[in-house]
Structures are given as structure tokens and as C-alpha cells.
T-cell receptor
Framework: DAGVTQSPTHLIKTRGQQVTLRCSPK?????VSWYQQALGQGPQFIFQ???????QRGNFPDRFSGHQFPNYSSELNVNALLLGDSALYLC?????????????FGPGTRLTVL | QKEVEQNSGPLSVPEGAIASLNCTYSDRGSQSFFWYRQYSGKSPELIMFIYSNGDKEDGRFTAQLNKASQYVSLLIRDSQPSDSATYLCAVTLSYNTDKLIFGTGTRLQVFP
């Protein structure tokens, strides 16, 4: 049973550039959530995708956008990168059931912005 | 007041002892509670989830939930050096069950 996968593992970009991160959910899951984890902090919710639509969004600017494909995989795009965007980006997948969604995390993508 | 609060630690316990990790939350209506373990440089790994008041045991791990006092705890029995990691508490809010709200985590150190 394949778990959540993410690519790439590491990424180095410069300020102002754009980046795309990818996620494939655990087999049987239909919902993908993205989180940003800065050093020494807990993960912060960016947004969640279900049925190819953004269902929920956290307090992140519009520079952060995403997409979900018919096979449930997802992308996170960040435009006009800032130094403060350097973080571990985590994808979590779940099966959408009311109020009891248990989220499983992928290995993450470490983004460094120079 | 933060939505989820944890002592950052480090919590140091000797091998074989019981490690007790605590978490408080502010939303009285929260329904779902999770404990994740995160090794340095790795992603969070789900250890336990609990929805009802009381204790839930899984191997060496016991999650305890007290909704009246708004706290959830994780006990690790027979602690091993391999348990040394950061433990993240996460809850869902009563008015928004789609996202997890995390604490900053407690760093646990188990020494031989």
C-alpha cells in the first residue's frame, strides 16, 4: 500500500522565482491538504483540495495556489518567492468523512529561498 | 491565547521510564485530537488519534483526553532512545474540521 509521496525532496530557488511542488495521496484517499512548517514551529495549514476544488484555505497570501487532478494528486505553486517562504512543505492525504478525517503526511519538500 | 499549546521542552527521561507529554487547546468544541511524532529533518508520523474522553492505548502509547479541562496527553511507557523526537499535538476546531491546528511540539530526549 503506497503512502503519500512528494516531489522534489529538496529545492533551492532565488527570491522572485516561482516553484511547483507535487503530491500523490495515499492509495484510497481523496483529499489533499498542504502545510508549511518553519523551523521550530508546528505545521501551518495552507489549503485543502477535495473533488478538484479548494475546499478550505488558511492565512496565506494569493501567491500560494494549488490544484488537484482527477487522480487526486495535487500541486502547490508559490509565486514571487520571498526569503520567508523557506520551509518544509508537507502534503497530507485523507479520506473525506465528516469530522473524522485522519491525515497522513508525506516526506515533505524542503524549500530554500536565497 | 494560542489555539493549541505545548511545552517546547526538552523533556528528558531515562530509558525505561514513562514519558508524559501534555497539550492544551482553546476551542471547547474541538472533537478530534491527534499525536504525531517528528524526527529531526523528517515529516510528522501519526501515532495516535482520540475522539472520546478517557484513555486510548496502543502498544506502549496511551492517549488521554479530558474535554472538560481541555487537555490531551500522551504517555509513552518503557521509553526507548529511539523515542527521542518532537511530539506534535494537533486538533480540529469545532467550526472547521478540515484542517489540523498544531502546537509547536515538545522535544523528548530519552537517555540510556
Amino acid at each position: 500500500d503506497a503512502g503519500v509521496t512528494q516531489s522534489p525532496t529538496h529545492l533551492i530557488k532565488t527570491r522572485g522565482q516561482q516553484v511547483t511542488l507535487r503530491c500523490s495521496p495515499k492509495s484510497g484517499h481523496d483529499t489533499v491538504s498542504w502545510y508549511q512548517q518553519a523551523l521550530g514551529q508546528g505545521p501551518q495549514f495552507i489549503f485543502q483540495y477535495y473533488e478538484e476544488e479548494e475546499r478550505q484555505r488558511g492565512n496565506f497570501p494569493d501567491r500560494f495556489s494549488g490544484h488537484q487532478f482527477p487522480n487526486y494528486s495535487s500541486e502547490l505553486n508559490v509565486n514571487a518567492l520571498l526569503l520567508g517562504d523557506s520551509a518544509l512543505y508537507l502534503c497530507a492525504s485523507s479520506l473525506s468523512l465528516t469530522g473524522r478525517d485522519t491525515q497522513y503526511f508525506g516526506p515533505g519538500t524542503r524549500l530554500t529561498v536565497l | 491565547q494560542k489555539e493549541v499549546e505545548q511545552n517546547s521542552g526538552p523533556l528528558s527521561v531515562p530509558e525505561g521510564a514513562i514519558a508524559s507529554l501534555n497539550c492544551t487547546y482553546s476551542d471547547r468544541g474541538s472533537q478530534s485530537f491527534f499525536w504525531y511524532r517528528q524526527y529531526s529533518g523528517k515529516s510528522p508520523e501519526l501515532i495516535m488519534f482520540i475522539y472520546s474522553n478517557g484513555d486510548k492505548e496502543d502498544g506502549r502509547f496511551t492517549a488521554q483526553l479530558n474535554k472538560a479541562s481541555q487537555y490531551v496527553s500522551l504517555l509513552i511507557r518503557d521509553s526507548q532512545p529511539s523515542d527521542s523526537a518532537t511530539y506534535l499535538c494537533a486538533v480540529t476546531l469545532s467550526y472547521n474540521t478540515d484542517k489540523l491546528i498544531f502546537g509547536t511540539g515538545t522535544r523528548l530526549q530519552v537517555f540510556p
